[in-house]
């Protein structure tokens, strides 16, 4: 597989490709990282979208290219988790009951009955 500078568009390669010791630097990198990003050209990106999507959300990153030079990225949507929030004043407000066992007995008494 050729690196990533080297994808070539209508016969002419990228204008600075890195030099030889980065390159190789580079695939050793690739070797060693995850999956190699997959590089596709706009028109081939439009017609194809739904697979990339599909690729996309199980983990590779596209990068879509037009005129050789990257121009964006498709990477899986990562969903921010809600921070849970306690109501201290609804704790607070609950009243005890006195005859409920402790936590801490709780805990000791199944503690306790494991082999």
């Known amino acids: 597989m050729r ?3 080297a994808i070539m568009k ?3 390669r ?3 490709p ?3 010791a980065a390159a190789a630097e580079i695939n ?3 070797v060693l990282a995850a999956p190699e990003p ?3 050209n706009v028109r081939a990106a439009k017609d194809s979208l739904s697979s990339l999507l599909e690729q996309a959300a199980r983990g590779n990153e596209i990068i879509i290219t ?3 030079e990257p121009k964006a990225k498709l990477v899986p949507y990562q969903m921010k988790r809600k921070r849970f929030k306690v109501d201290w004043e609804l704790l607070r407000s609950m009243p005890l009951k006195p005859d409920a066992p402790r936590a801490e007995d709780l805990i000791r008494e199944d503690r306790d009955g494991r082999p």
């Open 14 to 16: 990228f204008k600075y």
């Open 66 to 68: 037009s005129d050789g």
């Open 3 to 5: 690196p990533h500078w």
């Open 28 to 30: 050793d990198a690739a």
């Open 10 to 12: 209508k016969g002419k």
């Open 38 to 40: 997959l590089f596709i």
């Open 18 to 20: 890195p030099s030889a």
